[in-house]
């Protein structure tokens, strides 16, 4: 049976817990960005290290998901159109959710926060400032990577 032809049951209404599952997705991606900048780093910075560091939990999260509902979307026999109808809504609303959350989140952190330090931060002394010790590590590293670019020019 084509998908088009799903009936909209009682059981496609069942998967409504994905949208548990794609808002802890998202609020734990801005968390770990709102981390980040608290260590110091710009917005755009913060949310690909957030996207980075909640890449690999939500992929495994997601595939073994989907893994576990692909016989819901194939299966045949008695029954098989209550299954189909439940296993398209969960697999397809799995994997739009999946997706949105690795794609769309970030860069709604970057709209929102970049409009919020616009127009919203009227006090500087609010915003996030650099960890000190990494401030330090760049001071200091600045003379070294200066004396090496300085003896690399003269070589040549």
Same mark, same amino acid.
């Given at each position: 049976?084509?998908?088009?032809?799903?009936?909209?049951?009682?059981?496609?209404?069942? !998967?409504?817990?994905?949208?548990?599952?794609? $808002?802890?997705?998202?609020?734990?991606?801005?968390?770990? /960005?709102?981390? %980040?900048? &608290?260590?110091?780093?710009?917005?755009?910075?913060?949310?690909?290290?957030?996207?980075?560091?909640?890449?690999? !939990?939500?992929?495994?999260?997601?595939?073994? $998901?989907?893994?576990?509902?692909?016989?819901?979307?194939? /299966?045949?026999? %008695?029954? &098989?159109?209550?299954?189909?109808?439940?296993?398209?809504?969960?697999?397809?609303?799995?994997?739009?959710?999946?997706?949105?959350?690795?794609?769309?989140?970030?860069?709604?952190?970057?709209?929102?926060?970049?409009?919020?330090?616009?127009?919203?931060?009227?006090?500087?002394?609010?915003?996030?400032?650099?960890?000190?010790?990494?401030?330090?590590?760049?001071?200091?590293?600045?003379?070294?990577?200066?004396?090496?670019?300085?003896?690399?020019?003269?070589?040549?």
């Amino acid at each position: 049976m084509p998908a088009y032809r799903l009936e909209l049951a009682i059981t496609t209404y069942l !998967p409504l817990p994905l949208i548990g599952l794609a $808002s802890k997705n998202a609020i734990l991606i801005v968390e770990f /960005a709102n981390q %980040a900048r &608290a260590e110091g780093l710009t917005i755009i910075k913060a949310a690909q290290k957030a996207a980075g560091e909640r890449f690999r !939990p939500i992929l495994m999260t997601a595939v073994s $998901s989907l893994v576990g509902f692909f016989p819901l979307v194939i /299966a045949t026999g %008695a029954g &098989a159109a209550s299954r189909w109808s439940i296993g398209t809504a969960l697999f397809g609303g799995l994997l739009v959710a999946t997706i949105l959350s690795l794609l769309v989140v970030p860069v709604l952190y970057v709209v929102f926060k970049t409009l919020e330090s616009r127009f919203l931060d009227s006090d500087p002394s609010d915003r996030p400032k650099p960890n000190d010790s990494i401030v330090q590590e760049m001071i200091a590293a600045v003379p070294s990577q200066t004396a090496k670019f300085q003896k690399d020019t003269s070589q040549s």
